[in-house]
């Protein structure tokens, strides 16, 4: 008698002590993101971004639980990407773009460069007569003499305002390279993703645009992930940048890094360009800049 009622005392306390451990556990539901469509139809820009994105969300699987993540149906432009982030029933929770001190307030940032800091180092297109002219650029004194272009309001403005470089905007993006033609600027900045791709696809229409060959200008400009400043916001966003450093700590974010860039890295010799470094004016005191492992070097490759 006496041993039955042990075993049922044990039972019990057993039976507690389990309810106490899964009140105690902590109850993360599935985690559920949805990104902008940056444009109609097929858009292959970002696929490294959110291939980032899924990778750190799947880090932390066995903390955080199952995700699911998936792209919005409606092609949003940057100003709707900011409207429906500004809304708490908005069709998005997170979204990718170079920084700024306007969204670093409004939004909630994960202050890790997602690209390692590739955006900010930018090729230059021209017009393929000047290549002797740009062949001798060699300081920021000689790149004053010449005129950038860029669309109005954009992050690198302030970069060659704060360099004394000359700048024409745009009105259009589409715009800025019919004004390169005729002769309103003389250089049209890009980053490394964009000057090989918008050089192969308007070649045709532009047959006097060309890639310059000597020259690599970098300024800082990380691009981070982007929450809303909520609860929901502050939980997605720990949960990414610890996915996000469990990915640089173990090497996996620098692989897909390279898997994603490394032959355009390659076939552009940027270890072999003439490197004129400019200040970014408007970078918040929060961007790591001290944490080298962060940032791609492409003298070293790494």
Sequence with gaps: MKRNKSDRLRRRWSTLLLAACVLAAPAWGATHLTYPLTSDGIDSRYDYDWAVLRA???KTT?????????????????PRVVQEMSSPSGRINIFVRATSPDLERQF??????????????RLLLIREADQQRFAGIKTVAELRQLRAGLGQGWADIPVFEKAGVPVVEGSSYDGLFAMLDADRFDFYPRSVDEAMREFQERRAQHPNMAVEQTLLLHYPL??????????EGRLLAKRIETGMELMI??????ALFQRYKGDLIKNTAMHKRRVINLANPKLTPQTPLARGELWFNPLTGK
């Design 249 to 254: 700590k173990d090497g996996s974010l620098n």
């Design 108 to 121: 909630l940032p994960v202050r890790l460069p997602v690209d390692r800091g590739l955006l900010g180092y």
């Design 62 to 78: 066995p903390r955080y639980g199952v995700f699911e993540q998936h792209q919005s149906r409606v092609a949003m432009s940057p």
């Design 56 to 58: 750190a969300l799947e």
């Design 222 to 231: 990380p691009r981070y992930f982007f929450l809303r400043r909520d609860a």
